[in-house]
């Protein structure tokens, strides 16, 4: 990565806390203090020791960033990173839609030599594709449990050797029953669709900056 002159940025998170997130061309600092925030910018001298007395878990490297989206309508921004082999994923939270396309703007400023930029609006159809997909599968799983727990109720075969886990599984699930089983398969199915119904309703515009490989 180029180097950029020491410059920070700070986005407030919401207009009911008094937390903000930092943004400079080496590292993003979420959720701390804008008082705190506003002391860490006027004593920074670019000596990394400063980052002693932050969370930690809420400091992100920008060389560790693979991949980062964002919906336009929403105010959540997931952030992949990858260090020493391990992948994670987090999320920052920027409720002022200009302030988030601002910060999208700007650590992409920072990542272009290495990183793509692509916005792409969905349509209803393609919208639809992925809590589609969640319904199949928790119609298929919701069908698999329901017989699952039917067998579990008949008991195990007093000859048949299974793992602990697979035991307790087995207990877990006759204690729920058949009847249990559809319930939360129910319960779980209404979720996907209404889920399904708001991803149509409101088709993602989505923000992609990801790093070349």
Same mark, same amino acid.
């Given at each position: 990565m180029a180097e950029h002159k020491f410059k920070t940025t700070m986005f407030p998170i919401d207009s009911d806390s008094n937390k903000v997130i930092i943004l400079t061309p080496d590292y993003i600092i979420d959720e701390i203090n804008q008082d705190e925030a506003e002391q860490f910018i006027e004593n920074m001298n670019g000596d990394e020791n400063f980052f002693d007395s932050l969370n930690l878990n809420k400091v992100y490297n920008i060389n560790t960033i693979v %991949?980062?989206?964002?919906?336009?309508?929403?105010?959540?921004i997931t952030l992949k990173t990858k260090a020493n082999g391990k992948k994670e994923t987090d999320f920052l939270a920027i409720e002022s839609k200009e302030h988030k396309e601002q910060f999208l703007h700007e650590i992409y400023h920072y990542l272009k030599d290495e990183c793509s930029f692509r916005v792409k609006e969905y349509n209803r159809l393609t919208a639809a594709f992925r809590p589609l997909l969640m319904l199949l599968i928790i119609i298929g799983l919701g069908t698999f449990?329901?017989?699952?727990?039917?067998?579990?109720?008949?008991?195990?075969? %007093?000859?048949?050797?299974v793992k602990a886990s697979v035991y307790y599984l087995y207990k877990t699930m006759a204690y729920i029953g058949p009847t249990g089983a559809m319930i939360i398969s129910g319960v779980a199915l209404l979720i996907g669709m209404a889920m399904?119904?708001?991803?149509?309703?409101?088709p993602p515009i989505m923000t992609f900056i990801k790093r070349n490989i």
């Open positions: %991949r980062i989206s964002s919906n336009q309508k929403t105010h959540i449990l329901t017989w699952f727990a039917f067998e579990a109720q008949q008991g195990l075969d %007093r000859t048949r050797v399904l119904a708001y991803r149509v309703k409101n």
